[in-house]
């Protein structure tokens, strides 16, 4: 923290009031960071519901307390994506966190018009060791409009140790990255995992940019477009880090097919075999 690879993200509730000065920021910096933009207590009592899943899957070590979240020996994650109904029967505080009027108004706010959120989400727990390499969004979502946002919200307090998410600031202008890397689609392309790079690192000394992140607090949400690459942190912890990612654009643009509905197809081709590397296709790509 505080090298040339890692610096901190900035909050943008000083100006959480001027929409104006939001969508500057979203523009400029690619990202914004609010905190308490949830319900603090609604986002906890979601977490329970999660850490109880958990629990009943035998995930959790037995010996600790529930709430805290503690890993069980077989180190294993929750990855529960699913669609608006599968989500309702398991999780319903979580959705009434991230489906909030408040947070419906405040897209509507943004983008200027009537707002609409995917139905499918990414709730999950990452075990210990486990991050996310540097993607942008766009590979897995973008067959509909560009101007579509990701929110990311950790349930519960979330420190760096924890694996908190980091934006590649500047990444939103790779041009050439953009050009090859941001006009794949997963299920056309079948490339693995989707993530342009596991070495953050390589990034920067490469392209520039700065990686940057925070610790979060239970209530804390960020917000970002298509084109900002990103990653977590690793978890070096013996506590779960719980987050999910959910999707918001206005009504009136084209979606992604494969996230809205009752039963939304989801990914329907990338993981069959054989799949090129992501290595490979940047030898290609020339990145
Ligand atoms: O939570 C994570 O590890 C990754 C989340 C993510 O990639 C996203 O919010 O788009």
New binding site residues.
Partial sequence: MGSKYLTSLRSSNDIFEDTDALRARLQEEGYLLIRGFHNRDQVLSARMEFLRKLQVMGRLDPQAAIEDGIIGSENKNGMWGGSTEQLLAEFPQFLEVVNSPSVMSFFERLLGGSALTYDFK?P?A?AHG???GA?Y?VVYMGRGTKNLY???TPFGDTSLEM?T?AMCLGSQHFTKIKQTYGEMDVDRDNIATGWFSEDPLEIVDRYGGQWATTDFEAGDAIIFGMYMM???LNNSTNRY?I???TRYQLASEPVDERWVGRKPKGHYAWGRTPQKSVVEARKEWGV
Wanted: proline residues 0%; hydrophobic residues 25%.
């Fill in positions: 990414w999950r990452i486990g991050n996310t993607h969004d990701t929110m990311w694996g998410l990103h990653s977590s880090r987050s999910s990612d």
